[in-house]
């Protein structure tokens, strides 16, 4: 399977937004997730998306950031807004065969090997 690629990570003043975005060719049947994982704690499930565009967010990013895919770009994004120093971390991007929207990261199957973003206060 091709490897999923992200990109789009930085360092932002608190309150500030980013974009991230996975490159994903051949992904697009697939149920796509991205992650974060700050030093020293578990990777964290943030939102999640169907292939018809169903999603699903944790609930420390609800209102504030907006999963969404565009499949004739093969391109997964993540729309940050309001972020907090409490987002820092590195995120990544994940597909699954499964069919139901997760935020485990045992069920997710590929990986890219993620982006930093950093918030500052």
């Known amino acids: 399977q091709v490897q999923l690629v992200e990109s789009g990570g930085g360092s932002v003043q608190t309150g500030e937004s980013l974009l991230l975005s996975c490159a994903a060719p051949?992904?697009?049947?697939?149920?796509m997730a991205w992650f974060r994982q700050a030093p020293g704690k578990e990777r964290e499930g943030v939102a999640a998306?169907?292939?018809?565009?169903?999603?699903h967010y944790a609930e420390s990013v609800k209102g504030r950031f907006t999963i969404s895919r565009d499949n004739t770009k093969n391109t997964l994004y993540l729309q940050m807004n309001s972020l907090k120093p409490d987002d820092t971390a590195k995120y990544y991007c994940a597909a699954r065969t499964g069919y139901l929207l997760k935020l485990q990261p045992n069920a997710y199957n590929f990986w890219g090997q993620g982006t930093q973003v950093t918030v500052s206060s």
């Open positions: 051949g992904y697009s049947a697939y149920y």
């Open positions: 998306i169907a292939p018809d565009g169903r999603t």
